[in-house]
């Protein structure tokens, strides 16, 4: 079964932190990521750029718009997610719990809806 | 470049679909991810459960918490997401504008920042 983490966390926590404990976490990231994939839980995973480098799009009665900035303002912004296999519930959020950035930021875990042909 | 297409629904509206409806939206949304394959765009794509499957993980001073429910209660939810291989945000964004959700949602589009030791 796969699952979706989505990483929210504000973004000036990480602009305020200290550039060497920022790379540590980085580096505890990276380790993580490497952790997960050994133990065959891993899919994808990516760290996204800042909300202000988003557009968002909207099509209606076949007209496009494109708007810069996030879907949505808010206090803690999306700042990256894993895709990954796992049992359940509960060993994603098991798994969950050991990424590093956690210390910092929120964690959503979400079962991934598979879409089959009617 | 790889960017995330964030698609964001009002879970609601999808439900009030009738079956017919609703399978036409997957047989669109299932025809347009074939179709990013055979271009090359597609790395991963798939829908989400509804937001009340969701649980939300914290961790602070060592101390675990968890929680039912996502992240923040908001008007339109995250109904799944495309993560797709562009040559920059221009043809990301073409790819966007064709999503059939597009049509019904709004779609999130961002680049991926590259993280290394």
Do not use: W
């Amino acid at each position: 079964m796969k699952f979706l983490f989505t990483i929210h966390h504000e973004e000036k926590t990480l602009d305020d932190m200290p550039a060497e404990e920022l790379q540590r976490l980085v580096d505890a990231a990276l380790d993580y990521s490497e952790d997960i994939r050994r133990s065959g839980h891993y899919i994808a995973s990516n760290a996204l750029q800042r909300a202000r480098t988003a557009r968002t799009i909207r099509v209606r009665d076949g007209k496009v718009s494109v708007t810069d900035g996030p879907f949505a303002e808010t206090k803690e912004q999306l700042g990256g997610f894993f895709l990954i296999e796992a049992r359940d519930m509960d060993e994603a959020c098991a798994l969950a719990a050991r990424f590093p950035p956690a210390r910092i930021g929120t964690i959503e875990v979400r079962p991934v809806h598979e879409l089959r042909h009617s | 470049m790889r960017y995330i297409c964030l698609v964001y629904l009002v879970e609601k509206d999808m439900e009030a679909m009738t079956r017919s409806e609703a399978d036409q939206c997957t047989e669109e949304s299932l025809a347009y991810d074939e179709a990013l394959r055979t271009t090359g765009h597609l790395v991963a794509a798939h829908a989400l459960q509804p937001v009340e499957a969701a649980t939300t993980i914290r961790v602070r001073h060592g101390k675990l918490s968890m929680t039912d429910g996502p992240f923040a209660e908001t008007k339109e939810q995250l109904g799944g997401f495309l993560l797709i291989e562009a040559r920059d945000l221009n043809d990301a964004l073409q790819v966007a504008g064709r999503i059939p959700m597009a049509r019904r949602g709004s779609i999130e589009v961002r680049p991926i920042k590259e993280i290394m030791r």
